[in-house]
């Protein structure tokens, strides 16, 4: 697990693209445009504890282009003073030793806002994960949350009716057999989500 993992501190202010703090449920599932589109960025979040998004300790990102993984990225964070309380360790095996050196959300946020680009944005429940990514920007003053950010839970039961439910290792299954994921690892379950999406995009495209 990595404490770095690609994102480096900097001193200059993340980019400037709109703060979006709730999306509507139709929102989290996209058009055709978005549906197909060829790039697109998947992410995965862990906390610290149910205090709130501030308290996120891990981030993942996986880029596809074309239907193919072509970057990843991926870092502990170390949550501020009065969020710092891990209650998920039992789940993410993630505690305070691990992020005791790792940077906060202010000194990353400017290389994820690069990394995302104009991308759309993707995560498995993304109303969690684009949540936690509102609370990090308002409690820092950053403003690196994507205009358009979906969910993979959400358009696989759209797209895929019958599933015995909608979890990510159900829909994994399902959609990237060949896949071995590693639950609330943010790694393994932005790439989890990735692959979901890439295979979402093909089953929509042959119909």
Known sequence: MSSAGGFGSSGRCADSRPLRRGASPSSLIPDGPDLLASEFVAVDFETANRKGGVSACQIALVKVEEGRIVDRAAT????????????????????????????????????????????????????????????????????????????????????????????????????????????????????????IVAALQHMTAAN
């Open 76 to 195: 502990l964070i170390k949550p501020p003073p009065g969020w710092d309380r891990f209650e998920f360790t039992y789940l993410h095996g993630i505690g305070p030793a691990h992020v005791r050196e790792a940077p906060m959300w202010s000194e990353i946020a400017p290389r994820i806002a690069d990394f995302v680009g104009d991308a759309p944005v993707w995560a498995h429940n993304s109303s969690f994960d684009s949540r936690v990514w509102a609370d990090l920007d308002g409690h820092f003053g950053t403003r690196t949350h994507p205009s358009r950010f979906y969910c993979s839970y959400r358009t696989a039961r759209r797209i895929l009716p019958g599933l015995e439910n909608y979890k990510l290792p159900t829909v994994t299954r399902a959609c990237a057999p060949e896949f071995r994921l590693d639950h609330h690892r943010a790694d393994s379950d932005a790439e989890a989500c990735a692959l």
